[in-house]
């Protein structure tokens, strides 16, 4: 008898929409984990791998205005700075651990692929003691 009293209460209640909801969100759960556990055990095998201990080789065709060398003795280091007229490319860097003229004008013209003569023409020196 005390059927009757409740069914009334859990259809005012909408019975119909809250009972079957845990269910359905559990079916979701355990199906969305399946799937996950699939995808993620999958081995991925990659056409296009990176690698990383390669060194990209330049060959620059710009045309070089100036060349500031700046020899840091205390650091035993030098700074080049490059000027090209390049509108893309307008300032390079390079840094070589000599602090002796000839030995920066022969690495240098060994860089840039150019004779130590027209390094020689297009090279201005800072010595910073």
């Known amino acids: 008898m005390a ?38 055990s999958r081995p991925y095998q990659s056409v296009n791998k990176l690698q990383a201990d390669t060194q990209l080789d330049m060959k620059l ?18 700074t080049i700075a490059v000027k090209t007229s390049d509108s893309t490319l307008r300032k390079l860097e390079y840094e070589f651990s000599a602090t002796e003229v000839n030995q920066i004008e022969r690495a240098i013209a060994q860089e840039l692929e150019m004779s130590i003569t027209d390094v020689r023409k297009l090279v201005s020196y800072q010595i910073k003691e």
Do not use: C, Y
Not at 14 to 36: D, Q, R, T, Y
Not at 61 to 78: E, F, N, P, Q, Y
């Open 61 to 78: 065709s710009v045309t070089i205005l100036s060349m500031t060398a700046k020899i840091d003795r205390s650091r035993g280091s030098t």
């Open 3 to 40: 059927a009757p009293r409740f069914l009334p209460l859990l259809h005012r209640l909408g019975w119909e929409f809250w009972v079957p909801l845990p269910v359905i969100a559990g079916l979701f759960w355990i199906m969305g984990n399946s799937i996950a556990v699939q995808v993620l």
